[in-house]
């Protein structure tokens, strides 16, 4: 059974409850491109061929699908210019805006101890190496 929040009151979600809708934004928004397109969003609007450049490694495919998410979400919006040829931006809104300063915050604790969760990785493969040459 899914948990319904109250119809026009803004409710708190329980992320443990297996039936509460917040899951489905958590897997959303902590998804592996959501996460570099608040990061890349946080400084500028950008077209959706500069944000693709900007998240090196995502396919056009996923960068539409994950944009799509998120605006349906609330934590970006698409602006479409009725032009030739097409031109859509896309930007945080406030919502967005919070997110990527809480994001941020792992961002930077990420990239800071970057080296010793590497050195982590490569002790625990040198283990299962060892453990499988047993």
Not at 30 to 59: C, D, M, N, P
Not at 66 to 79: K, V
Request: proline fraction near 4%; charge should be positive; hydrophobic fraction near 40%.
């Amino acid at each position: 059974m899914m948990v319904k929040l109250p119809a026009g009151k803004p409710g708190k979600g329980e992320l443990l409850n297996a039936d509460c809708p917040s899951r489905e934004v958590l897997k959303r928004l902590t998804g592996r491109w959501s996460l570099l397109v608040l990061i890349a969003l946080k400084q500028e609007t950008l077209r959706f061929s500069a944000l693709r450049r900007r998240i090196g490694g995502v396919s056009e495919r996923m960068l539409a699908q994950t944009l799509r998410h998120m605006e349906e979400d609330g934590f970006i919006q698409r602006t479409a210019y009725e032009v030739v040829p097409p031109h859509v931006e896309y930007h945080l809104t406030p919502l967005g805006r919070e997110a990527e300063s809480r994001i941020a915050v792992l961002a930077d604790w990420l990239e800071n101890n970057l080296g010793r969760i590497m050195q982590h990785r490569s002790a625990a493969a040198g283990e299962t190496a060892v453990g499988n040459s047993e």
